[in-house]
């Protein structure tokens, strides 16, 4: 089971075009961490929001964190063949002892030349 | 290396049979942690460790799969008896401190097929 739904799971765009990848949970997270992953590989962090509200840009990614901390997004303006991958988000809960984080379901993306 | 590192990449295994994961996490960092990756999905944790305890071990699918990290470094996953359902990568990450928003590494992953 996990905590964080990701929408849309597949999504298939020309070289150019503009996205916007959404993560949803009914839980408040200490912060929210955005991946990238390749095949074989393992997730490669791209950022981190902590404060709700918040919003980080890279380059053309633009990363918000929702107000209430239980939700973000992902907007990649002009997207390019070398933004193919797995995007995944990841809710970190923080308890005594340890930390967690949690990942979302995960949003493959094609683009197109 | 540098980043952590996994062995092996890939393992082929027999229903029925034991399996052992090895994982080396970034020198010096002090937590470490287990995730499952089923095809097309996102990790799942498994379990964590803080130096050699395990502090959480609620995530392991079932009592064939143990973990370990006696010396508070090198980390080994150990499926017993597998079955079909434990193919999946199993990627390992460890973080400097247990703090929130500290940044987490991950492994390239180990990837098992139970045939």
Redo the contacts between chains.
Sequence with gaps: TQLLEQSPQFLSIQEGENLTVYCNSSSVFSSLQWYRQEPGEGPVLLVTVVTGGEVKKLKRLTFQFGDARKDSSLHITAAQPGDTGLYLCAGEKVRTGANNLFFGTGTRLTVIP | GAG?SQSPRYKVAKRGQDVALRCDPISGHV?L?W?QQAL??????LT?F?NEAQ??KSGLPSDRFFAERPEGSVSTLKIQRTQQEDSAVY?C?SSLW????????????SWLTVV
């Design positions: 952590v937590s942690f995730y097309g999905q996102g990790p799942e944790f964590y803080q502090l959480d990627l990450a247990e703090e929130a928003g500290n940044t987490i590494y991950f492994g390239e992953g």
